[in-house]
């Protein structure tokens, strides 16, 4: 019997532990994508101030959700080591994966015993998703880890199975602990931890909220107990209240304002998705053994949080798809290893491991251009440096002439990538709910890109903004065509880029 359960853990362990060698390389050459120019200059704006740093994006004195606790913490560290801020996102994103891959060793013994459970859930959590690639801040896919493991969703989803582990421990003894000192310290660093992920990102802390919800309610704890998680909730609601560098509950009103950019989440669902009803099906067993199970109620949970946010047009609550996803993909996991030794499997196990093992192989081959982000593309394989996608480039170009605290003219495109080395854009690149006159920006940004703009009025917007660069493409409609003596190239960039100086 020993020898049947290690040959599952050895190979179940060493699956899991390339994912993670994997995911540790990608660290080093940090691929960019994404929002991680948005995490980049959250961290500058720290570390040269960490008591107002303003807006990380534009030269506006406003608050921003970004400066979270774990990007104070950053900051803090940019600023004491002097490392530049690519190294210290390198460094949050060796602690973020920590993090995470602890966190689901813990929450999934909470839920089995198996040796082999934590390591096949993990292989579960990043492969077992679909076969349309999809990449996502908060979903733990192969790839969209590997491009967004310095941001602060996967530190905020590390903490939550941490979380979530805690609670279990925590109600389940609740009983004994209720009448303690130490009881009581439990419930409220438990209501503090809620409130950091919360504040570190907002919809992960959802998620969290979800699953905590779950196991709660699935421990069917007495009156004591929830008197007990009261006072916690009370800690962490008071905790979000002081937080100083935003308003976390003035974000309840920011939805109108981002339901357009989260519409793609409810698109192609079947090709992203299609691979999770394996761990639908073993969410189903468990209901059938257990209709108080956490995993099928923190699923329900996200299910009817996303449905309605689909018919709603509340698309931004399709950011609660990983509380649809997570619990599926770890009752898969821990479906495969309960199913050994239990005599009513006898019949169905082998099936049902060669199912679980053969999706988590169509879910690996359709991230597997994910290791071109550590193997140089031209030694891969050709079908697999086909399934590569390309990181974006970056503009460290501009840096010889371009100062921290520089205003650039900048398209959408340009304006997410630039701030992270210092400088400001014009309009962000990102909607920005405490921005006042994000939109006066943006059409400022619109009306000196026009093709015909007089140069009157490019030069006015130029004085308004304060803007000492322009970065465009040197040909095609836009500045490379038309800006007379407004502007002068100073340095070309890759994909026929070009920074330009404003001619005072």
């Known amino acids: 019997m020993r020898g049947a359960l290690r040959r599952p853990s050895v190979v179940a362990q060493v699956g899991a532990g390339l994912v993670v060698v994997l995911l540790l390389l990608v660290v080093v050459r940090l691929p960019w994508a994404g929002d991680l120019g948005m995490h980049a200059a959250t961290v500058q704006r720290l570390r040269h101030d960490l008591v107002d740093p303003g807006n990380p994006l534009v030269d506006a004195d406003t608050p921003s959700p970004y400066y979270s606790p774990w990007m104070l913490v950053l900051g803090c560290v940019a600023r004491v080591t002097g490392f530049s801020v690519f190294v210290v996102l390198r460094i949050g994103a060796v602690v973020a994966l920590g993090l995470f891959v602890s966190g689901v060793w813990r929450y999934v013994r909470t839920l089995s015993a198996h040796p082999a459970a934590p390591a096949l859930s993990l292989l579960c959590l990043v492969f077992l998703w679909g076969t349309s690639l999809f990449t996502w801040s908060g979903f733990l896919g192969l790839n969209s880890l590997a491009l967004t493991v310095s941001y602060p969703s996967v530190f905020a989803l590390g903490l939550a199975f941490h979380f979530w582990a805690w609670l279990s421990g925590a109600v389940r003894a609740g009983s004994v602990r209720v009448h303690s000192v130490r009881g009581w310290g439990v419930w409220v660093g438990l209501g503090v931890l809620w409130a950091v992920i919360l504040l570190c990102h907002q919809f992960s802390g959802v998620v969290a909220s979800m699953g905590a919800l779950a196991t709660v309610v699935a421990a069917r704890v007495g009156g004591a107990v929830w008197w007990r998680l009261g006072v916690g909730a009370l800690v962490g609601v008071g905790v979000l209240w002081v937080w100083p560098y935003y308003d976390f509950f003035a974000l309840v009103g920011a939805g109108g304002d981002l339901e357009a950019v989260h519409r793609g989440l409810y698109r192609d669902l079947v090709g992203r998705y299609w691979l999770v009803l394996v761990g639908v099906v073993a969410l189903g067993v468990r209901w059938w053994r257990d209709r108080w199970d956490p995993l099928v109620l923190f699923f329900v949970l996200g299910v009817v949080v996303v449905g309605v946010g689909g018919v709603s047009g509340h698309y931004s609550w399709g950011r609660a798809v990983p509380a649809v996803v997570i619990p599926a993909q770890i009752a898969a996991g821990?479906?495969?290893?309960?199913?050994?030794?239990?005599?009513?499997?006898?019949?169905?196990?082998?099936?049902?491991?060669?199912?679980?093992?053969?999706?988590?192989?169509?879910?690996?081959?359709?991230?597997?251009?994910?290791?071109?982000?550590?193997?140089?593309?031209?030694?891969?394989?050709?079908?697999?440096?086909?399934?590569?996608?390309?990181?974006?480039?970056?503009?460290?170009?501009?840096?010889?002439?371009?100062?921290?605290?520089?205003?650039?003219?900048?398209?959408?495109?340009?304006?997410?990538q630039i701030p992270a080395y210092g400088?400001?854009?014009?309009?962000?690149?990102?909607?920005?709910?405490?921005?006042?006159?994000?939109?006066?920006?943006?059409?400022?940004?619109?009306?000196?890109?026009?093709?015909?703009?007089?140069?009157?009025?490019?030069?006015?917007?130029?004085?308004?903004?304060?803007?000492?660069?322009?970065?465009?493409?040197?040909?095609?409609?836009?500045?490379?065509?038309?800006?007379?003596?407004?502007?002068?190239?100073?340095?070309?960039?890759?994909?026929?880029?070009?920074?330009?100086?404003?001619?005072?």
């Open 334 to 416: 821990v479906g495969v290893v309960e199913g050994w030794g239990r005599p009513g499997w006898k019949g169905l196990r082998g099936v049902w491991v060669g199912v679980v093992c053969g999706a988590l192989v169509v879910g690996g081959w359709t991230q597997v251009g994910t290791v071109g982000y550590v193997v140089p593309r031209g030694v891969l394989p050709g079908v697999v440096a086909a399934k590569y996608r390309v990181p974006w480039v970056g503009y460290h170009w501009v840096t010889p002439w371009v100062a921290y605290g520089d205003v650039v003219m900048a398209r959408t495109f340009a304006a997410r």
């Open 423 to 504: 400088a400001y854009t014009v309009a962000p690149g990102y909607p920005d709910f405490f921005l006042p006159d994000e939109g006066r920006r943006g059409e400022a940004v619109r009306r000196y890109f026009a093709v015909g703009a007089s140069e009157g009025v490019r030069r006015g917007i130029v004085r308004a903004y304060g803007v000492r660069w322009v970065v465009d493409r040197g040909d095609g409609d836009g500045v490379g065509r038309g800006l007379g003596s407004g502007v002068r190239v100073v340095a070309r960039g890759p994909g026929g880029q070009v920074l330009y100086e404003v001619v005072r």
